[in-house]
Structures are given as C-alpha cells and as structure tokens.
C-alpha cells in the first residue's frame, strides 16, 4: 500500500494533480479543497489510499492522516465507492462528516450529488459506530490509560444519547473492562456500550 507520496507538484487538473517522486510522475485524484492546497513546482506530501480494480490502479490523495482515514471508513458501507466517498469529502470537512453520522443529519448527507434520501438514512445507519465521534470528543480504539469512563461518556453524548443513558451504558461495561487486565481500549467499549442501549430501547 502507498502511504504517502512527497515530491514537487509537476501538474494540476480539475480532479488530480501528478507529483513527481523519484523521477516518476504520480496521477493522483484530490477533492478540490486538496487541490487547493497544491502549486506547481512546489514541494507537497499528500497522504493516499490506493483502489485496486480489476482494470485499473487509482490512487487517492488528501491533505493529512485523518482525511484518509475517514475516506477508507465510508467505502466499508454498502454502495460506497471511492469516487462517493471522495465526493463526501469534496462537500464536507472529516469531522461534519462525523457531527453529521453522530447527529442523524440526514440533510448534511443529501447535499452531496449522488446521495438521496433513503441512501442518506441507510449511511447513517452503517456509519454510527464507525467514524467515531468529531474530533474534541475522544479517539475511539485509542489505548485509553486513564479516564476511559470519561472517554466512553463523552463518545455516547456525541452520538446522540443522554447523559443517563450514557452513564448506565459506562456502568453496563465497567465489568469488561476491569476485566481486561491491560489499558481499557474505547472502541470495544463502545460497541459493548451501544448493544447494551440498543437492548434497553
């Protein structure tokens, strides 16, 4: 897998820019916001997740790690392709995407082309525990030293439930994660967390 590319930008298009690394030139397709970012000649590193098909190689480029991250996350949903998730990240920033999933904002999701209504409720279904919550709020699957209480409170307010709902969810898990033995991990947590509220409902 290509992690990364760096190297001086040696072309631009409306969709892509080709960045020249060790002599070679480098097709890679960008939202616009990346693109934005990007002047010949200068020197760029974009972070990028190649798409294997069976006739073709193409490989995506954003601005940083989270980016990325987020993008390989949408495709793990049904009827998600590359160029949908691209064109998610071309009309939202990673985190509305993220406020948008946690909050249910269905609206947030049909602005972008390709998306309609029953598309919109379906992602927001698979996507729930998947993006995790928008930044401020933890990073869901960190190794969680201290505070994971805290951690896994904060997830569940952010992904819309109440605060006593969250905290009988956060009692529900104490029990799995003293058991754990090691540092508490939010993200299984987290689901353990949401089974038990979706059983309560």
């Given at each position: 897998?290509?992690a990364?590319?760096?190297?001086?930008v040696?072309?631009?298009?409306?969709?892509?820019?080709?960045?020249?690394?060790?002599?070679?030139?480098?097709?890679?397709?960008?939202?616009?916001?990346?693109?934005?970012?990007?002047?010949?000649?200068?020197?760029?590193?974009?972070?990028?997740?190649?798409?294997?098909?069976?006739?073709?190689?193409?490989?995506?480029?954003?601005?940083?790690?989270?980016?990325?991250?987020?993008?390989?996350?949408?495709?793990?949903?049904?009827?998600?392709?590359?160029?949908?998730?691209?064109?998610?990240?071309?009309?939202?920033?990673?985190?509305?995407?993220?406020?948008?999933?946690?909050?249910?904002?269905?609206?947030?999701?049909?602005?972008?082309?390709?998306?309609?209504?029953?598309?919109?409720?379906?992602?927001?279904?698979?996507?729930?525990?998947?993006?995790?919550?928008?930044?401020?709020?933890?990073?869901?699957?960190?190794?969680?030293?201290?505070?994971?209480?805290?951690?896994?409170?904060?997830?569940?307010?952010?992904?819309?439930?109440?605060?006593?709902?969250?905290?009988e969810?956060?009692?529900?898990?104490?029990?799995?994660?003293?058991a754990?033995?090691?540092?508490?991990?939010?993200?299984?947590?987290?689901?353990?967390?949401?089974?038990?509220?979706?059983?309560?409902?």
């Open positions: 897998m290509i990364f590319v760096s190297g001086p040696a072309a631009l298009a409306p969709d892509s820019a080709v960045v020249e690394v060790g002599g070679i030139g480098i097709a890679v397709q960008c939202t616009p916001n990346t693109l934005s970012g990007l002047r010949m000649g200068q020197q760029t590193k974009l972070a990028t997740s190649l798409v294997v098909r069976e006739d073709s190689l193409t490989l995506y480029g954003f601005a940083d790690d989270d980016e990325r991250q987020v993008f390989e996350l949408l495709q793990t949903a049904s009827g998600v392709g590359p160029r949908l998730a691209q064109a998610m990240l071309a009309v939202h920033s990673p985190d509305a995407l993220r406020r948008a999933v946690a909050t249910g904002d269905e609206k947030a999701l049909t602005a972008v082309p390709g998306i309609g209504k029953k598309g919109a409720q379906k992602l927001l279904l698979e996507l729930k525990d998947r993006l995790g919550a928008p930044t401020g709020a933890p990073a869901i699957g960190a190794p969680v030293t201290q505070g994971w209480r805290d951690q896994l409170h904060a997830a569940l307010i952010g992904l819309g439930y109440a605060t006593r709902e969250a905290e969810a956060v009692a529900a898990v104490a029990p799995q994660a003293e754990a033995g090691g540092p508490p991990q939010v993200g299984p947590l987290l689901k353990a967390a949401l089974q038990t509220l979706n059983r309560a409902r």
